[in-house]
Every structure is written in C-alpha cells, then in structure tokens.
C-alpha cells in the first residue's frame, strides 16, 4: 500500500495567477504529514509551531493507528514500512475490568493483526518530521494572530514578533485553533469528562505490580459512578495512562488543589475512588507525574461556508471524544488528502473545494459515535453504558473500509469516456468523485445524479444533449487507469470506455 508517486510539481496558483504561498499552522502528526506530502509533489509550503523543537515537549501517551486512515496516510507520505517497524501490534490487546478489579472481557489480536497497532505520540510526531525539510518548519512560532488581507491572502503574527502572509493558511493547530475563527465561530464545549495525564516510568522494575496487573496493551477500569483509570504499555519500559473523572470543568479550584500540590491530588483521588480495588489504587498514587487535561468537543457536524484562503485539518476541524481513537487517524487522514488536491488541482480555491465536503461528512460519520461512546462509557448523562466493545468487529470493519477507500480513490479522477455508437464514437470528459458518502461529479460540465456504489461497480445518471437530448443511466467499473461500462437510454444501451487523465 505504500506510495511513490512523487512528483516535481509547482504550487497550485493563487487568485492572482501566481504560485500561491501556504502557511501550516501546526506541527503535530497532521501538520507535519501535510507538509510532507506536499513536499513529495514538489510543493514548497512553511510549518509554524510553538514548540521549540519536535522532542521539546512530553508528547503524551500512545496511538492506534488504523488501516483505513492513518495508515493510508502514512503511505501516502512513504512512511507505512517505517511505521510498521516501529509500530506495537501485541499492544493492540485490551481488558476490560470494574472498580472491584472482575475482568469482563478481553481482546487479543489474531496473529499478523496489523488493523490498529500502537506508536507513541511522540515517535509518530518525530517519524514524520524526520523526513520534512528542516528549513520548511518554523519552531518557536506561536500563532497569535491570524488576519484577512483580502483576496483570500491573510497576514499571520506570532509572539516572537514575526509576521508572514500566506494565500492558504491551514489550521492544524488543535482543539483550541486560532485558526478555526477565520472560517466558523465554533468553539469547543466541555465534554463532563476530565483527564489526569499519568505515567509509570521503568513500570517492569520500578512498579512491577501494576506492570503485571496491565499486562500488554490496554486496561480499561471503570466504577459504577463513571470515574475510571485507563493505562496502556509504551515504548521504552514505560505505562502511561489516564485516570478519567466525571466532573465539573473546574474540579480541582473547588476542591482547593494547587497546581503543584501532588500530595492534596493523591489525596483527592483516593477520596474519589474509595471502594475501588486495592490492587488499582497505585495507579492514582504512584504515577511520575500528573498533566490534567479537559475532554472538550466540537459541535458535529460542523461545516462552515467556503472562505478563500483558509482552511482546517485534524483537531482544529472536528475535535472529538477519544473513543475509538479517529482523533489522530482524521488529522493524517485529512492532512494527505488536502496535499493531493493541492497537488491536483490547478488552483488553491479548487484544492480546498474539493477537500473540506469530503473531510466535513466524513468527520461527522466518526465525531458523533465517538462522543456518544465517550459519554456512555463515563455516564455523562446517565448510568455508564454495559459491555465491553467488539474489538475484533473494529478491526475487521477497519480493513474492509480500507480496502473501499483505496478502491473509491482508484475510481476518482477525470476519465477521457468514448461512447460506442452506431453512428460513430463520442467522447466525453467524466469528472468523478467516489467516497463513503456517494458518487459526484459531472460528464462535459453537467452534475452527475443519483451516484452510488455498489460493490464493484458505480452507478450515476447523466443528461446529455447530443446527439439529442437523453438522460443516460450509466453502470462503470474500473481497473487500475481504464474503466468501462454500460449508458442505458430511452433508444437503448451504450457501451463505453476510458482513460484516466493524468493529474494537474
């Protein structure tokens, strides 16, 4: 699966005619693999992120990465053999206990499972910058300012007092996206959910019982009241983990914990968790360090009015709850398919068109299940949900949209069509979009109706004025970059064929 279309591409063009310039705000796993793929089509772009480096900061715990989006996108980039390297499938295992520590159910990977195996954070973030040109990234670059200069050219400020200008500034700068405003008001809603960010360093020798107590993979914990601890092997000997609590926004100023207070925490934590299992209590005392962390949504689904200029990737654009994983697995997802159209397309307002429909309905298929997941497992309105997900289900429905999305890509493009007829051959320019949520497009300029896929084949409906004016009712299948098919009529059936045209 792994991809090597690379290309000495130019930059799609700006509205006045010339190469147009692109901003990256953000360089997270989503921002960095945008610009990677741009710069594997030639694109010249430039990152800008707040950190001083890509290791200047604790990235946090560990991800899934899965086969129908984070792991396209990673061969997209050329980095799915890399990431399998380092990647943890053993990892992908799961148990599922209460607060009296009872197991109730458990998942382990088939042998050669590759569905959803784990990297840390911070290995993913380094992969991929690994393989950015240095000089397209900006470090120690924190956006404070993001400002229209009309003709869909904005002026970007930082706080070190640099300033750029951009005719596309892409907004993969998280949840709390100073971006985002160029496009929606949206803004993030606090899920009822609070995280306390918790590691166990050296876990095998240095807190062997709760090593043996999580075993491989993930342990998910939860009491009756929607509290829980969730932890999860890394890399290098190392647990990591969250321990989860129902509560206001504001839990720790009401009950008084300072910032650096660890002592008054493990207190608050042991208080909260009272009637939990002993043997699960180390997880709220014995962590290296604690990081809290707010569960915050953004209303799905959301969509916003094309703005010229902006755009938005990942978090910035669908922040979700973290059940199921897709938050990092969109955000790569997102970040290769915007490159392509931007490598595609002739123009930046073209590219963005084409991109942002595509990532808003797939966003919202995922952000609704996943937030409804999230505050079901914790309870957030109601009793906490039974049961323990099919995780093996997951996997296979992660290899079987794998497989439809790399067969809808296949099929998507410009195709040279030839209608065979009795009168002689004509020929058509079919443009044709195939996704999750249907087949789009136009035949010589005019919309396409009633798109569909069924299995192999796609189905659409076209009106066409010549040799007289016809609807055609047409069935396609594709094989690589040639296609054929069947055009019904009021005077009969069409047979046609056709040709891929190469991209921009």
């Given at each position: 699966?792994?991809?090597?279309?690379?290309?000495?591409?130019?930059?799609?063009?700006?509205?006045?005619?010339?190469?147009?310039?692109?901003?990256?705000?953000?360089?997270?796993?989503?921002?960095?693999?945008?610009?990677?793929?741009?710069?594997?089509?030639?694109?010249?772009?430039?990152?800008?992120?707040?950190?001083?480096?890509?290791?200047?900061?604790?990235a946090g715990g560990t991800l899934d990465l899965h086969t129908d989006t984070g792991q396209i996108a990673l061969a997209d980039a050329g980095l799915l053999d890399a990431f399998l390297a380092v990647a943890r499938v053993d990892d992908q295992a799961k148990r599922h206990m209460d607060q009296h520590g009872t197991v109730h159910g458990v998942f382990e990977p088939e042998p050669g499972d590759s569905a959803a195996p784990e990297i840390d954070r911070g290995q993913l973030r380094a992969l991929i910058a690994a393989h950015v040109d240095p000089a397209r990234v900006r470090w120690g670059h924190k956006l404070t300012g993001a400002d229209p200069l009309g003709a869909g050219r904005h002026r970007l400020t930082f706080a070190n007092g640099a300033t750029a200008e951009a005719d596309l500034v892409i907004g993969a700068d998280g949840v709390r996206s100073r971006v985002r405003r160029l496009v929606s008001p949206a803004t993030p809603e606090y899920s009822g959910v609070a995280f306390l960010d918790v590691r166990y360093d050296d876990a095998d020798r240095r807190h062997p019982a709760l090593a043996r107590l999580l075993g491989r993979g993930h342990l998910f914990a939860r009491g009756d009241d929607g509290n829980a601890i969730i932890v999860q092997r890394n890399s290098n000997g190392m647990i990591r983990g969250y321990v989860a609590l129902r509560t206001e926004a504001d839990w720790a100023a009401r009950a008084g914990i300072g910032e650096d207070d660890v002592a008054a925490l493990r207190a608050f934590l042991l208080e909260r968790f009272s009637g939990w299992s002993a043997e699960l209590l180390p997880f709220l005392t014995d962590s290296d360090g604690y990081v809290r962390r707010e569960i915050s949504f953004l209303p799905t689904p959301l969509t916003w009015p094309h703005t010229p200029g902006a755009t938005l990737l990942g978090d910035a654009a669908h922040a979700m709850g973290p059940f199921g994983g897709h938050g990092v697995n969109l955000a790569l997802l997102d970040a290769a398919e915007l490159a392509r159209a931007l490598a595609e397309e002739p123009t930046v307002e073209a590219a963005v068109r084409r991109y942002e429909p595509a990532m808003q309905s797939r966003a919202a298929a995922y952000a609704g299940p996943s937030n409804q997941a999230t505050r079901g497992f914790f309870g957030v309105g109601g009793a906490p949900d039974d049961g323990m997900p099919d995780h093996a289900a997951e996997h296979r429905r992660y290899r079987r949209n794998a497989a439809d999305y790399l067969r809808d890509r296949a099929a998507s493009g410009v195709w040279d069509v030839t209608f065979r007829a009795p009168d002689g051959a004509r020929t058509a320019e079919l443009a044709l979009t195939v996704a999750h949520d249907g087949v789009s497009g136009t035949l010589d300029g005019r919309p396409l109706a009633h798109g569909s896929r069924d299995g192999a084949e796609i189905r659409f409906t076209a009106e066409v004025s010549s040799p007289s004016p016809t609807t055609l009712t047409c069935v396609m299948t594709v094989d690589g970059d040639t296609a054929e098919g069947t055009a019904r009529h009021a005077l009969g059936s069409t047979a046609f064929t056709g040709t891929r045209r190469p991209a921009a």
């Open positions: 699966m792994e991809s090597t279309d690379t290309t000495t591409g130019t930059s799609p063009q700006a509205p006045t005619g010339a190469p147009a310039s692109i901003a990256v705000v953000g360089a997270g796993p989503g921002g960095l693999l945008c610009a990677l793929v741009l710069q594997r089509h030639g694109i010249d772009c430039t990152v800008y992120d707040a950190d001083l480096s890509a290791d200047s900061r604790d």
